[in-house]
C-alpha cells in the first residue's frame, strides 16, 4: 500500500494551500461577521479548475481524481469553510450527479458550464434541492411533487437548507411524482433559476459557516420540460442517495481541513503563549491535548482518502464514505474546541480564528447526512 502522493496531488495542495492564504484567509473574520457570500474567491476557484475538479475535461472539467479533490478541499477547509461548502457541493453532487445520470444534451447544456464554474464571464455554480421542512433525515418523504402533464412536469412545493441557494444558476431538484409508489415515485430534474415560479426565501442566519448562501427554495407552477428530467421515470431518490455518496466525501474532507486547520493555530499558539515560566507546550496538558488532535487528525485523513481511493477504483464506497464523513466530523468538532481550550480567554475571540472554526465544525455532523444517519448506513453495511 503505497501513502506517497504523487506530484501532481502535491502540485494541488500547494495550490489549494496557497490559495487558502492568500485569498481566502484576508477577510474571513469580515465575511463571517457580515455573512458575506464570497463570489470573488469561488470565481478564482473556478480560473483554477477547482469547481468542476473531477469532471472530464470533455466536460469542461479538470478531469482529476477523487483524491486531488478531497486534498484540496483539506487545504480551502482550514481557512474557510463557507467558500469549500460551496465548493463541495458543485463538485460532489451537481457536477457528479449530472455526469454520471445526465443526457448527453445535459451535459453539454449544463455540466460545462458547471465544471468550468463561469458562463459568460460570470459565475456559473449549482445547487442540490433535497431537504424539506419535513423531509431532513428522512428523504424518502418528499413533499415537492412534480405533476407529470405531458410534454413537461409542473413542480410545487418547498426546499430549505440549499446551500449556494441564491447564487446558483442551476438547481437539481427531488419531487415526488408518484406518491403511490413512495421513493420509487421521486424523480430529479434541472431546473435553471431563472424559471418562473420560482422564489428565493431570506438567507438564513446560521451559527457557522455564515458566508455561505444558505437559502429555503419555493416552486409555485414551475414548467419543467421533459428532457430535463435526469434518467427514467422514479429514478430520483436512487440518484440521490449515489450521488449523496459522494457528497459525504467532500464533507468529511471539509471537516478534516477545519480539524487541521484548528490545530495548526492551537499547536503555533502553544509555542508563543508562556505560562509559570514556559512555553504553553511544555506543560503535558498541552502536549497531550495537541497529541490526541493530531492522532484523530491523521486517522480522520486516512479514512477519507481511503473512501477516495475506493471511489477512484470503481469499487463500492458507501460505507467508506460514511465512515468518513462520521469519524471526521467529530474530530472537526472535537479538535476545534480543544484548540478554542488552548487558547484559553483568546480563543473565544474572532481574532484568533478558532471560535470561527469551532462553529463551522458543528454543520458537518449535520449536513448531507447527520452523524447519527452515518451510523445507520454503516450498520447495515456490518450486518447485512
Keep these: 500500500m503505497d501513502f ?16 487558502a492564504k492568500q485569498q481566502c484567509l484576508p477577510g474571513v473574520i469580515e465575511r463571517d461577521e457580515h455573512q458575506k457570500f464570497p463570489k470573488e474567491q469561488l470565481e478564482q476557484l473556478a480560473d483554477l479548475g477547482f469547481l468542476g475538479m473531477m469532471a472530464s475535461t470533455e466536460n469542461g472539467g479538470a478531469g482529476m481524481d477523487t483524491l486531488s479533490y478531497v ?45 468550468q464554474g463561469k458562463k459568460d464571464g460570470a459565475l456559473f455554480i449549482g445547487a442540490f434541492l433535497l ?23 409542473l413542480l410545487n412545493g418547498v426546499k430549505n437548507w440549499i446551500t449556494n441557494g441564491s447564487t446558483a444558476s442551476v438547481y437539481l431538484v427531488m419531487a415526488q411524482t408518484d406518491a403511490s409508489k413512495g421513493p420509487k415515485g421521486i424523480n430529479a430534474f434541472i431546473i435553471e433559476k431563472n424559471t418562473p415560479g420560482i422564489t428565493v426565501g431570506a ?17 409555485t407552477d414551475v414548467k419543467v420540460p421533459k428532457e430535463n428530467r435526469i434518467g427514467a421515470d422514479g429514478f430520483g431518490f436512487t440518484f440521490a442517495m449515489k450521488t449523496l455518496n459522494g457528497g459525504r466525501i467532500g464533507i468529511a474532507a471539509q471537516a478534516l ?104 465544525a458543528k454543520i458537518t455532523q449535520i449536513y448531507e447526512g447527520t452523524s447519527e444517519i452515518q451510523k445507520m448506513v454503516i450498520g447495515r453495511n456490518i450486518t447485512k
Design 71 to 115: 486534498i484540496a478541499m483539506e487545504e480551502i477547509s482550514k481557512v474557510d469553510a463557507s467558500v469549500s461548502v460551496a465548493m463541495s457541493v458543485n463538485n460532489s453532487l451537481v457536477c457528479w450527479g449530472i455526469e454520471h445520470y445526465g443526457t448527453e444534451e445535459q451535459k453539454k447544456k449544463y455540466l460545462i458550464p458547471l465544471a
Design 203 to 219: 438567507k438564513e442566519n446560521k451559527l457557522g459557516i455564515r458566508g455561505s448562501d444558505t437559502h429555503s427554495v419555493s416552486f
Design 131 to 153: 431537504s424539506e421542512p419535513e423531509a431532513g433525515s428522512d428523504a424518502t418523504h418528499q413533499h415537492t411533487s412534480a405533476l407529470d402533464k405531458g410534454d413537461h412536469y
Design 257 to 360: 481541513g477545519i480539524a487541521s486547520g484548528a490545530y495548526e493555530l492551537a499547536l503555533a499558539y502553544s509555542k508563543q503563549r508562556k505560562s509559570f515560566g514556559k512555553p504553553i507546550h511544555e506543560h503535558q496538558a498541552i502536549q497531550f491535548k495537541l497529541a490526541e488532535m493530531a492522532t484523530k487528525i491523521q486517522s480522520a485523513r486516512l479514512l477519507c482518502y481511503h473512501a477516495a481511493w475506493e471511489k477512484d477504483q470503481g469499487l463500492d464506497y458507501t460505507n467508506s464514505a460514511a465512515m468518513a464523513k462520521l469519524h471526521a466530523s467529530d474530530t472537526a468538532m472535537w479538535v476545534a474546541t480543544e484548540a478554542v481550550q488552548v487558547h484559553g480567554g483568546y480563543g473565544f475571540v474572532k481574532e484568533y480564528h478558532v471560535e470561527r472554526l469551532m462553529r463551522d
Design 4 to 19: 506517497k502522493l504523487t506530484e501532481e496531488q502535491l502540485m494541488i495542495q500547494k495550490a489549494a494551500r496557497e490559495f
